[in-house]
């Protein structure tokens, strides 16, 4: 154990005192990142980290001995534990960095010392503490400024915030990728119920299991990526087929009622929109649509505002019903006065849906929330209620 306070030290261990237990594990990660002089990828943005982060990882996986940092440990302490956690023999090293606040990405970065940075998104999110949509995308740019001279940027231009802030670097250095706009374009086949693009140079068709729009630019950075980095197109294709989503991210989970999204990980109005879209495009003409709609937490002083342009956007798509969950979202759909919306317990929330959907085939259900909202509890009750037949 490494303890800054000898009195709290665990009697019967091994123990290290240090003054700041925070400085002596950066200190430690830093030594052992020395160690490595092979890629090393930071991945940051608002949305997507995560998915970018075990695609990119997935798609190298037989061309590179590649490490990505576990689950989401992307802030000061998370970083250098999942530094820590890379093996000796590592030839691709692939890690996000987050901000909840200014100077989180520097500090990561300075930890870190990427070689490549990939930026996904802009969005509205911990607007408690940037303030705008513009400080947040000047912290994340921070990803890229903090590179080494020699250092590769992928960025996604349909994103306005970075397209900008990417007009203002060497183009030598940094690509930027996106179905509208950027150096290296993908364009749309499909968005449910899977994703699927095709890429001009290098010629790929981009086959996955991922749903929604929204995930194209996190697929178009990692497969642009590890074609840059030396994977051969063909093993991407076929690497981005096996590709399986990361748990509680738009997953489809198969019902008796037809389909879950379960995409309770997290959420702000920006991954929230795509994520109603995603639900409205789902499913056939006559499915029937419904979202358990969780809190979105984090948004400081535009709370209300932002939960009202959400709940507007859900109640003009075609969705059938609607379950807000937490003070905000409550709130927020009950000034619609919409009778669509059934504001109930989460334990009762289940009951009421599987009941509802009794008999249906081809429906369709997205749940999804802030984490701090544990909306996985609805979901795996759902599920339950509503099991799908062998």
Request: aromatic fraction near 4%.
């Given at each position: 154990?490494?303890?800054?306070?000898?009195?709290?030290?665990p009697?019967?261990?091994?123990c290290?005192?240090?003054?700041?237990?925070?400085?002596?594990?950066?200190?430690?990660?830093?030594?052992?990142?020395?160690?490595?002089?092979?890629?090393?990828?930071?991945?940051?943005?608002?949305?997507?980290?995560?998915?970018?982060?075990?695609?990119?990882?997935?798609?190298?996986?037989e061309?590179?001995?590649a490490?990505?940092?576990?689950?989401?440990y992307?802030t000061?302490?998370?970083?250098?534990?999942?530094?820590?956690a890379?093996?000796e023999?590592?030839?691709?090293?692939?890690?996000?960095?987050?901000?909840?606040r200014?100077?989180?990405?520097?500090?990561?970065?300075?930890?870190l010392r990427p070689?490549?940075a990939?930026?996904?998104?802009?969005?509205?999110s911990?607007?408690?503490?940037?303030?705008?949509?513009?400080?947040?995308?000047?912290?994340?740019?921070?990803?890229?400024r903090?590179l080494?001279?020699?250092g590769?940027a992928?960025?996604?231009?349909?994103?306005?915030?970075?397209?900008d802030?990417?007009?203002?670097?060497?183009?030598?250095?940094?690509?930027?990728?996106?179905?509208?706009?950027?150096d290296a374009?993908?364009?749309?086949?499909?968005?449910?119920?899977?994703?699927?693009?095709?890429?001009?140079?290098?010629?790929?068709?981009?086959?996955?299991?991922?749903?929604?729009?929204?995930?194209?630019?996190?697929l178009?950075?990692?497969?642009?990526?590890a074609?840059?980095?030396?994977?051969?197109?063909?093993?991407?294709?076929?690497?981005?087929?096996?590709?399986r989503?990361?748990?509680?991210?738009?997953?489809?989970?198969?019902?008796?009622?037809?389909?879950?999204?379960?995409?309770?990980?997290?959420?702000?109005?920006?991954?929230?929109?795509?994520?109603?879209?995603?639900?409205?495009?789902?499913?056939?003409?006559?499915?029937?649509?419904a979202?358990?709609?969780?809190?979105?937490?984090?948004?400081?002083?535009?709370?209300?505002?932002?939960?009202?342009e959400?709940a507007?956007l859900?109640?003009?798509?075609?969705?059938?019903?609607?379950?807000?969950?937490?003070?905000?979202?409550?709130a927020?759909?009950?000034?619609?006065?919409?009778?669509?919306?059934?504001?109930?317990?989460?334990?009762e929330i289940?009951?009421?849906?599987?009941?509802?959907?009794?008999?249906a085939?081809?429906?369709?259900?997205?749940?999804?929330?802030?984490?701090?909202?544990?909306?996985?509890?609805?979901?795996?009750?759902?599920?339950?209620?509503?099991?799908?037949?062998?």
């Open positions: 154990a490494v303890v800054a306070d000898r009195a709290r030290a009697r019967g261990r091994t290290v005192v240090v003054r700041d237990g925070l400085a002596a594990l950066h200190a430690v990660a830093a030594a052992w990142r020395a160690r490595f002089a092979v890629p090393l990828v930071g991945i940051t943005g608002s949305n997507g980290k995560t998915t970018t982060k075990e695609l990119l990882a997935h798609l190298a996986a061309t590179f001995a490490h990505a940092a576990q689950e989401n992307n000061e302490i998370g970083l250098p534990l999942a530094i820590l890379m093996p023999g590592t030839k691709l090293g692939v890690f996000e960095l987050a901000a909840d200014p100077g989180d990405i520097a500090l990561l970065v300075h930890l070689s490549i990939l930026v996904t998104s802009i969005g509205q911990h607007l408690e503490t940037f303030g705008t949509q513009a400080a947040v995308a000047e912290e994340k740019w921070d990803l890229v903090g080494a001279p020699d590769r992928w960025v996604n231009a349909d994103c306005p915030e970075l397209r802030l990417a007009a203002a670097e060497p183009r030598g250095r940094l690509t930027t990728v996106g179905l509208a706009h950027g374009r993908g364009r749309l086949v499909s968005a449910v119920p899977r994703l699927v693009l095709d890429v001009v140079a290098p010629p790929l068709h981009l086959a996955t299991t991922l749903v929604g729009e929204h995930n194209a630019s996190n178009l950075l990692a497969a642009l990526c074609a840059d980095l030396g994977v051969p197109p063909a093993t991407i294709e076929r690497r981005a087929a096996s590709f989503p990361v748990a509680h991210r738009l997953n489809v989970r198969p019902t008796g009622f037809g389909w879950l999204l379960d995409d309770v990980y997290n959420a702000n109005p920006t991954s929230m929109a795509a994520a109603l879209r995603a639900l409205a495009a789902f499913g056939g003409p006559r499915s029937r649509r979202v358990v709609f969780g809190d979105m937490l984090g948004l400081g002083a535009q709370t209300d505002v932002l939960h009202d959400i507007r859900a109640l003009g798509l075609a969705i059938e019903r609607v379950y807000p969950v937490g003070d905000a979202s409550c927020a759909f009950a000034r619609t006065g919409d009778p669509r919306v059934r504001c109930l317990a989460c334990d289940g009951a009421e849906l599987a009941g509802a959907l009794a008999g085939r081809d429906a369709v259900v997205l749940v999804k929330g802030s984490r701090g909202m544990r909306l996985e509890q609805v979901a795996d009750d759902l599920e339950a209620r509503s099991p799908r037949c062998v």
